[in-house]
């Protein structure tokens, strides 16, 4: 079975302060995909990154880094110097290649709340 | 490219009646999935099609609910009867290929069933 966890329901931190949100996966597919999606209050899913299980480079885009640690099989998501602009849910998902689908199981998502 | 588009982007409805929720995905893309998201089970995968063919129904909760894709730019998801419990955020996505590409979302169609 595949699954994947926030364990961080809510978060609440100050502008400029930096934030980490945890994503742990389970899945039985050696060749599998994580992602991670935004979703802002006006309520669209905005895709923000993808990763493969063979590649565990970290990956910095501004002030978003992603860290992907297979032997705790974990894909947390930074962000540094955060702003109100990231107030968001964030979802982390997984895409295992057994499926051949591209179906996305989502984790059940962290609020995070940046106030000024 | 304009992106994946939902109509409409609200919808209230009366329990018993007929709802028909529609997309046009992304040009191009093979792969189109409905997700409907809810407090209570987060984001879960309905149906997805490829090439406009039902591949996957399995997430589908009611034989209520059906989907269609007559063509490659249009699919539609309808509840027939609705009921309150079905009041829900659904999600169009599509992608270029299946596995291991991200997928496109619409901005959502939020039901609500009174």
């Known amino acids: 079975a595949q699954k994947v966890t926030q364990a961080q329901t809510e978060i609440s931190v100050v502008e400029k302060e930096d934030v980490t949100l945890d994503c742990v996966y389970e899945?039985?597919?050696?060749?599998?995909?994580l992602f991670w999606y935004k979703q802002p209050p006006s309520g669209e899913l905005v895709f923000l990154i993808r990763r493969n299980s063979f590649d565990e480079q970290n990956e910095i885009s501004g002030r978003y880094s992603w860290n992907f640690q297979k032997s705790t099989s974990s894909f947390n998501f930074t962000i540094t110097a955060s702003q109100v602009v990231d107030s968001a849910v964030y979802f982390c998902?997984?895409?295992?290649?057994?499926?051949?689908?591209?179906?996305?199981?989502f984790g059940q998502g962290t609020t995070l709340q940046v106030k000024p | 490219d304009a992106g994946v588009i939902q109509s409409p982007r609200h919808e209230v409805t009366e329990m018993g009646q007929e709802v028909t929720l529609r997309c046009k995905p992304i040009?191009?893309?093979?792969?189109l999935f409905w997700y409907r998201q809810t407090m209570m089970r987060g984001l879960e995968l309905l149906i997805y099609?490829?090439?406009?063919?039902?591949?996957?129904d399995s997430g589908m909760p009611e034989d209520r609910f059906s989907a269609k894709m007559p063509n490659a730019s249009f699919s539609t998801l309808k509840i027939q009867p609705s009921e309150p419990r079905d009041s829900a955020v659904y999600f169009c996505?599509?992608?270029?290929?299946?596995?291991?590409?991200?997928?496109?979302f619409g901005q959502g169609t939020r039901l609500t069933v009174v």
């Open positions: 899945t039985r597919d050696t060749t599998y995909y």
């Open positions: 996505a599509s992608s270029f290929v299946g596995t291991g590409t991200e997928a496109f």
């Open positions: 040009s191009g893309h093979d792969y």
């Open positions: 998902a997984l895409s295992g290649r057994s499926s051949n689908t591209g179906k996305l199981i």
């Open positions: 099609f490829n090439n406009n063919v039902p591949i996957d």
